[in-house]
């Protein structure tokens, strides 16, 4: 609920959020995010004294449903704006939000054919086809020499995922010995690992949602797969992967290192403490929708005047080289009736099951964002070609 120490009139903010259905393990803790993100700004008198009213609608990641989520969002309810976290849907809506003409907010998106080819969609971390190569990246700074992917069968954004990956395991000069695909579904995964395990892979690339993606690790760990884990985007979560017992992971992630301990994560690491005590957060899924929201939050502040859809997509078109002091791995500037430009940057991690946090694997190049430590980002030195 908005705070009453704000006494302007309320800013709606809708959710679009696959909280449950196919995906669910992708998105979370991704809800009470931004409920801790909307309860700190009331709590702090909104923005510029307007409270914050969120609106979190269920898709249960199902299109069909993700349309009607959408249309009542934008027609009944009136946001003023909308954030975006369901990779079955997302590209479902796009064509709709774009002809509404409000801003669209990436809660951790995924299919960059949606967020780098719209106006008004907000990219602010990087896709699929990003952490898909960086999580290669990952594995071979970790000293994997020969690599494999098991990639999803049933989501639109994994189509070319194995494609991806291999062409990024040649531009890294590494071997790749298995394309392999799963459903998201499947209860069975043995022919996958025997197939890793029988040629002698290191570095298994994994794109599949979190929850799958630890099914298949404890079951490569009985078929005698020893190698690591490389995981992509959101796939990672520490929590579930510390069942992996013996396991050696690394990973591309699209939102900050939630256990940062700099000035810059501070906010968050209060709001989530005071506004979610029982989140426990292994997963990068909710400092990417934290990031997006700190950005709005940063738009609409620096609007004068009323508060429309308009001015809050005029208030992003001023957004220039903003990085939100190392929140976001690449800094990003937003042009009036233009697409998003590409994110190419994301933080490599390597993590151990059973360790209380992740490790960054810190950049040997170009840091990203510019910042230090923990949040120092690296950047894909040849991305693959941009999905349209």
Not at 269 to 290: D, F, H, M, N, Q
Request: one cysteine or more; aromatic letters at 6%.
């Amino acid at each position: 609920m908005p705070s009453s120490s704000a006494t302007g009139s309320p800013i709606k903010v809708g959710y679009v959020l696959g909280e449950t259905g196919i995906l669910a393990s992708y998105d979370a803790g991704k809800a009470d995010t931004a409920k801790a993100w909307a309860s700190a700004v009331n709590a702090a008198g909104g923005l510029n004294g307007h409270p914050v009213d969120l609106i979190i609608e269920d898709t249960k990641s199902v299109a069909s449903s993700a349309i009607s989520v959408a249309r009542d969002l934008v027609e009944t309810k009136k946001v003023a704006a909308v954030i975006v976290s369901d990779q079955v849907s997302e590209g479902t809506i796009a064509d709709y939000l774009a002809s509404k003409h409000i801003a669209v907010l990436q809660g951790g998106g995924s299919d960059e054919a949606v967020w780098s080819s719209r106006p008004n969609f907000y990219e602010v971390t990087a896709p699929i086809a990003i952490t898909n190569s960086g999580a290669v990246g990952a594995v071979v700074a970790d000293g994997a020499k020969k690599l494999g992917a098991v990639t999803c069968s049933d989501v639109s954004s994994c189509a070319t995922a194995s494609h991806v990956i291999e062409q990024q395991a040649s531009a890294l000069k590494v071997g790749f010995a298995a394309s392999l695909r799963v459903a998201n579904t499947a209860t069975n995964f043995t022919p996958q690992c025997l197939s890793v395990a029988q040629k002698k892979v290191d570095g298994l690339v994994v794109a599949l949602a979190p929850a799958t993606a630890v099914q298949l690790a404890l079951a490569c760990r009985q078929q005698g797969y020893n190698g690591a884990y490389s995981l992509t985007g959101g796939a990672f979560s520490s929590q579930s992967l510390s069942d992996v017992t013996g396991a050696h992971f690394t990973a591309s992630l699209q939102g900050f290192p939630w256990w940062d301990k700099s000035p810059a994560t501070k906010q968050f690491r209060e709001a989530i403490a005071k506004y979610a005590p029982k989140l426990k957060i292994g997963t990068s899924g909710p400092t990417a929708v934290w990031t997006s929201l700190a950005l709005f939050q940063k738009v609409v502040s620096g609007i004068n005047g009323e508060v429309t859809r308009a001015s809050i997509i005029d208030g992003y078109s001023a957004v220039k080289n903003e990085s939100l002091g190392g929140l976001l791995a690449q800094p990003v500037t937003f042009t009036a009736d233009k697409p998003s430009p590409r994110v190419v940057c994301y933080w490599p991690v390597k993590y151990q099951a059973g360790d209380d946090a992740p490790a960054t694997l810190h950049p040997a190049g170009r840091v990203g964002n510019g910042a230090k430590g923990d949040l120092a980002s690296s950047c894909i030195a040849s991305p693959p070609p941009m999905a349209r």
